[in-house]
Nanobody
Framework: VQLQASGGGLVHPGGSLRISCEASGSILSINVMGWYRQAPGKQRELVAVITRRGSINSADSVEGRFAISRDNAKNTVYLHMNSLKPEDTAVYYC?????????WGQGTQVTVSS
């Protein structure tokens, strides 16, 4: 199983960005897909995850600003980020739970700076 993330980059404070992650390989069904992030000098933390049925768990810090969605037919998860703040700067890692195992993508850098 491989997770390929894309869409990161540099954005000004208050701006928006969408990142996506596609899972490929021998996959029958993906239970959970989502995003974690790690800022320099900090531990990796949950951003948002979504189950196959659409249940969502997200961090308080992104509530009302970020929205997670997925396309089960494409094995793809999206993170729509709005009202971005400098403290959102981090490497964003895609995560997928498949048959009880966790898989990680390579990460995509999101930088929020003026």
């Amino acid at each position: 199983v491989q997770l390929q993330a894309s869409g990161g980059g540099l954005v000004h404070p208050g701006g928006s960005l969408r990142i996506s992650c596609e899972a490929s390989g021998s996959i029958l069904s993906i239970n959970v897909m989502g995003w974690y992030r790690q800022a320099p000098g900090k531990q990796r933390e949950l951003v948002a995850v979504i189950t196959r049925r659409g249940s969502i768990n997200s961090a308080d810090s992104v509530e009302g600003r970020f929205a997670i969605s997925r396309d089960n037919a494409k094995n793809t998860v999206y993170l729509h980020m709005n009202s971005l703040k400098p403290e959102d700067t981090a490497v964003y890692y895609c995560y997928a739970e498949i048959a009880g195992r966790g898989f990680w993508g390579q990460g995509t850098q999101v930088t929020v700076s003026s």
